[in-house]
């Protein structure tokens, strides 16, 4: 299916508390530009990125003055967080685009129902960047996995700071002093980075996944791998960890109460799509914890892999702390915007073109990542979940 337009994409500034990121830097606007597109760009949109207004102008963006105006403009809006109320104008941003705007952003579909439904009234195409498929064609498009390995770097990072001792041995004149041990559950993009990055501070590392096939990532970083012997099916045919039977969840728990006795700190990464992440570690095996232990739950944004976990906060239960931190790739917000404009560049060469855009719904990657178009829901995973029998 071909729809075309005259293509304006609008850069908003983001109005998610605490999000320092923005959609589209300096250099992929002006390819953008070359491509035959204009860009608008909201004053201080990359104000938080360190990207001055000046640098937009410079690379071929219009800057305008407000979030009225250039939603009002817009034919094609890039975000980053999903839609929401813009308290200083008592607005949502949804009402202020135009009907039939285009619009590319986080959206979550499967945790926004309503959202989904109001973005289809408004007869919205939208795209969310979290169903880009894992597939070797869209990996330049995944802006999951781009800001995963930040939030596993910046895991990490906090462990090493809130953790009363080194992290690598040390030899002095006072002593030997033996590193840090450290768990990390979960191998995807994020733990992976982790256990790279806890290595290259000096720590000992182990990992532990559901999934066998991570084995040998996990162990190419020097980190041991600690597997949980399960017969069902553990992975999606995208590479996701499924959720799996409580025989087998039992199995993975009592695996890891026996090794977080002995870990300086544990980093949790594991999180199903569209599902509440597993609790993984129970109060229990918090108390059983070394005094002066961390978890690091970057799990926290979909429940938390630690029961005692607090988006946000940090708990101290028994001398071992507890960290839940938010939207850690907006920490490094610089690199993360160059990050996800690369993705959202890459994802708009698919079908923005000499200023139209041609939306061919039968590609995998826009199939995938389309949730609404024409009035209708058009992600078949989320419509299921609209279903009655689905909310029933």
Do not use: W
């Amino acid at each position: 299916m071909l729809q075309e337009c005259v293509v304006k994409i609008a850069v908003p500034r983001e109005i998610a508390p605490g999000e320092r990121r923005v959609a589209l830097v300096p250099q992929s606007i002006g390819k953008l530009k070359t491509a035959g597109n204009d860009v608008l760009v909201e004053a201080g949109a990359g104000a938080e990125s360190l990207i001055p207004d000046k640098a937009f102008a410079d690379a071929g963006a219009v800057i305008v003055p407000n979030a009225a105006e250039i939603y009002k403009s817009a034919d094609l809006v890039v975000k980053v967080q999903r839609p929401m109320v813009n308290k200083h104008l008592n607005a949502h941003e949804l009402d202020m685009m135009r009907e039939g705007t285009a619009l590319i952003a986080f959206i979550y579909p499967a945790t926004n129902l309503d959202l989904v439904q109001k973005l289809a009234a408004r007869k919205v195409t939208s795209f969310s960047m979290d169903t880009i498929p894992r597939t070797a064609r869209a990996q330049s498009m995944d802006a999951l996995s781009s800001m995963a390995s930040i939030a596993g770097y910046r895991a990490a990072l906090i462990a090493a700071e809130s953790l009363a001792k080194f992290f690598p041995m040390m030899v002095t004149a006072a002593g030997t002093i033996a590193p840090a041990k450290g768990l990390v559950l979960g191998a995807g993009v994020a733990g992976l980075q982790a256990i790279a990055t806890a290595r290259r501070l000096g720590a000992v590392v182990s990992a532990c996944d559901v999934r066998p096939a991570v084995k040998e990532q996990v162990e190419s970083l020097g980190a041991t791998f600690l597997q949980v012997q399960l017969t069902e099916q553990t992975e999606t045919a995208g590479g996701y960890a499924k959720e799996l039977s409580k025989e087998s969840q039992d199995k993975a728990r009592q695996l890891i109460a026996n090794a977080v006795k002995e870990m300086d700190f544990v980093i949790t990464t594991a999180a199903i799509p569209g599902r509440k992440a597993p609790i993984l570690i129970d109060a229990d095996m918090v108390r059983d914890m070394k005094p002066g232990a961390v978890i690091v739950d970057i799990a926290v944004e979909t429940g938390g892999n630690c029961a005692l976990t607090k988006a946000g906060e940090t708990v101290v239960v028994d001398n071992v702390s507890v960290v839940g931190p938010l939207n850690l790739a907006s920490s490094l917000s610089t690199h993360a915007s160059q990050m996800y404009a690369r993705n959202i560049s890459n994802l708009l060469a698919l079908f923005v073109k000499k200023g139209l855009m041609e939306l061919n719904l039968a590609d995998d990657i826009i199939k995938g990542c389309c949730i609404t178009h024409a009035g209708a829901i058009a992600h078949e995973p989320t419509a299921a979940l609209l279903k009655p029998s689905a909310k029933s």
